[in-house]
T-cell receptor
């Protein structure tokens, strides 16, 4: 069973526009949730994470994500896209110390 | 804190030779490390879970004799691709499970690009 689903393998936005990358998970218990960014030929860098507490999580580079239990979602947003945001983004969940990754979303920023 | 370093970042080898990739946790002890393989434009595929002082646990379909994993210390895990062939060319990424306040999080190395000629 797919534990993490990222809708949209490719997303294109104009520079300065809102970035919205979608992530839904399937779990009977609240998981730990993560967003990672990957630049070409590099490893994964943590953008932000949700474990417990406040459901709106702020990360690096102006990104934030909101954990919505009722929707089993953890969508990633950024109010204004920058050219340097072009990269691959992965949503991940930790369920009982088992990590599951989404298939990734490639973000293109159009000047 | 919680830095993971991988070496080498790029390696080119001839078919039939073996290549070793190192994954080090620089400022914390990693009892559990993970090795992933990533194909172009694809997500990470978990190859194996490496536990310090014990045998690695391989995912289904991963040849343990082809991809040798050693986790002899709390800060070092190695992946050796034995008798490499062109189809082994890929991007390999390691990660380490966080400890203490970082429990539940994974920290990733920079990745290693293997090209087998």
């Amino acid at each position: 069973a797919q534990s993490v689903t990222q809708l949209g393998s490719h997303v294109s936005v104009s520079e300065g526009a809102l970035v919205l990358l979608r992530c839904n998970y399937s779990s009977s218990v609240p998981p730990y949730l993560f967003w990672y960014v990957q630049y070409p030929n590099q490893g994964l860098q943590l953008l932000l994470k949700y474990t417990t507490g406040a459901t709106l999580v702020k990360g690096i580079n102006g990104f934030e994500a909101e954990f919505k239990k009722s929707e089993t979602s953890f969508h990633l947003t950024k109010p204004s896209a920058h050219m340097s945001d072009a990269a691959e983004y992965f949503c991940a969940v930790n369920l009982g110390n088992q990590f599951y990754f989404g298939t990734g979303t490639s973000l293109t920023v159009i000047p | 804190g919680a830095v993971v370093s991988q070496h080498p970042s790029r390696v080119i080898c001839k078919s039939g030779t073996s290549v070793k990739i190192e994954c080090r946790s620089l400022d914390f002890q990693a009892t559990t490390m993970f090795w992933y393989r990533q194909f172009p434009k694809k997500s990470l595929m978990l190859m194996a879970t490496s536990n310090e002082g014990s045998k690695a646990t391989y995912e289904q379909g991963v040849e343990k004799d082809k991809f040798l994993i050693n986790h002899a210390s709390l800060t070092l895990s190695t992946l050796t691709v034995t008798s490499a062939h062109p189809e082994d060319s890929s991007f390999y990424i390691c990660s380490a499970a966080g400890q203490g306040e970082n429990t539940g999080e994974l920290f990733f190395g920079e990745g290693s690009r293997l090209t087998v000629l």
